[in-house]
């Protein structure tokens, strides 16, 4: 019985080695890809930053392009996470929430000096146009991303924070072609500021209800 107990154990640490040696190689790739562009990044670059060994890397990925498409999972997982927990907070107002993601995400982007910008916006501009493994998996994440934005302007809506002229859908969409933008200029400009100025401008724009004097007495 003891012997069994051993086997299972060293059969679990073995499991749970393996899958921290593929977490390490996909989160040492995310950060890298966010730096460089796809091309740029080469798998020994990828092996000798997380400290693997190269054998480890094909054990988990056939291909360069498979293990592209986990790091888009996990990126993709890291932000869904991120909406989730700030445009999804019940306890501040919808507008208020997506000022603290302008905000948190400024201070992310200054936190490693402007140098890393949208993993999933610089693989659309690299591979996206030209990759029908890629494509899809790029879109559904940004799908995802502007339901989550959708969905807190829905919430001001309701509150009456802003107007029921709002179209959520279409507000959602530009939000994500202006943020992947000042994300660019970020990264050339070396500063936030482009972040902060697109977030401030695309809140202040969107439509609040019209609030009609009460009380007010009519013309003679």
Request: charged share 25%.
């Amino acid at each position: 019985m003891t012997d069994g107990k051993s086997a299972a154990a060293g059969r679990e640490a073995q499991v749970n080695r393996r899958a921290n040696t593929r977490t390490s190689i996909v989160r040492t790739g995310t950060a890298l890809l966010t730096e460089k562009s796809y091309a740029a990044v080469g798998i020994e670059e990828i092996l000798e930053r997380a400290g693997v060994a190269r054998g480890s890397f094909y054990h988990f990925f056939p291909s360069k392009e498979a293990f592209g498409l986990a790091v888009i999972d996990n990126y993709g997982d890291y932000f869904d996470r991120k909406l989730r927990r700030l445009l999804g907070d019940e306890t501040v107002s919808p507008v208020a929430r997506l000022e603290a993601y302008v905000a948190e995400a400024s201070r992310g982007v200054e936190r490693f000096h402007c140098t890393r910008g949208c993993l999933i916006g610089a693989l659309s501009q690299e591979l996206g146009a030209h990759s029908a493994t890629f494509r899809p998996k790029l879109e559904a994440v940004f799908a995802n991303w502007q339901r989550h934005v959708a969905g807190c302007l829905r919430d001001a809506v309701a509150t009456g924070e802003l107007s029921r002229s709002l179209d959520a859908d279409s507000a959602a969409e530009f939000f994500w072609y202006g943020w992947e933008g000042a994300l660019m200029r970020s990264k050339l400009e070396r500063s936030a500021e482009p972040l902060r100025r697109f977030g401030r401008h695309f809140i202040d724009a969107l439509p609040r209800p019209v609030r009609r004097a009460r009380g007010k007495p009519s013309a003679a």
